[in-house]
């Protein structure tokens, strides 16, 4: 059996600005963010997700739904991932099934880029646009994941 494992980091697609009185968890993708977001979907579609941890925000659940993902990739939508930091990030990847091969992650600044900082154990140089994803191989595993066991392989801006 492959025991490689890849995480896909990505940063969610570019939102409308918030309204006087609106949650920032409840703003929506901008029209050039859904197009983003769809853009993505044959990369993320090739790179073969089995699972995806998805923040709760509505744009982060947008982002996901414009991927339009087949059906049996398991996903978590959980509010614990909105203003998660990148050490709760690592601890939740710590508990994703061991069969995941491929986990996608689609979350917020500054969370998602310190969360390849942490892995990398180096200074994570790319920006993170909206839409934008890391691809890092894995080389422990889900619950042994710890910083420096994953190496950068692409970053899609």
């Given at each position: 059996?492959?025991?490689?494992?890849?995480?896909?980091?990505?940063r969610?697609?570019?939102?409308?600005?918030?309204?006087?009185?609106?949650?920032?968890?409840?703003?929506?993708?901008?029209?050039f963010?859904?197009?983003?977001?769809?853009?993505?979907?044959?990369?993320?579609?090739?790179?073969?997700?089995?699972?995806?941890?998805?923040?709760?925000?509505?744009?982060?659940?947008?982002?996901?739904?414009a991927?339009?993902?087949?059906?049996?990739?398991?996903?978590?939508?959980?509010?614990?991932?909105?203003?998660?930091?990148?050490?709760?990030?690592v601890?939740?990847?710590?508990?994703?099934?061991?069969?995941?091969?491929?986990?996608?992650?689609?979350?917020?600044?500054?969370?998602?880029?310190?969360?390849?900082?942490?892995l990398?154990?180096?200074?994570?140089?790319?920006?993170?646009?909206?839409?934008?994803?890391a691809?890092?191989?894995?080389?422990?595993?889900?619950?042994e994941?710890?910083?420096?066991?994953?190496?950068?392989?692409?970053?899609?801006?």
């Open positions: 059996m492959d025991d490689r494992r890849r995480l896909l980091v990505m969610h697609a570019h939102a409308e600005p918030g309204h006087p009185g609106q949650a920032d968890r409840d703003r929506a993708l901008s029209p963010g859904t197009s983003t977001a769809e853009a993505r979907a044959g990369l993320v579609a090739e790179l073969s997700p089995t699972d995806v941890l998805c923040s709760s925000a509505l744009r982060t659940v947008q982002t996901l739904e991927l339009r993902l087949p059906d049996g990739v398991r996903v978590a939508v959980e509010d614990g991932i909105y203003e998660a930091s990148a050490q709760t990030l601890s939740r990847l710590a508990t994703v099934p061991r069969d995941a091969r491929t986990v996608l992650v689609v979350g917020h600044l500054p969370t998602v880029g310190h969360l390849v900082e942490g990398l154990g180096d200074p994570f140089v790319h920006a993170f646009q909206p839409g934008a994803i691809v890092l191989d894995v080389d422990c595993a889900w619950a994941i710890t910083a420096a066991c994953a190496d950068l392989t692409a970053f899609h801006d």
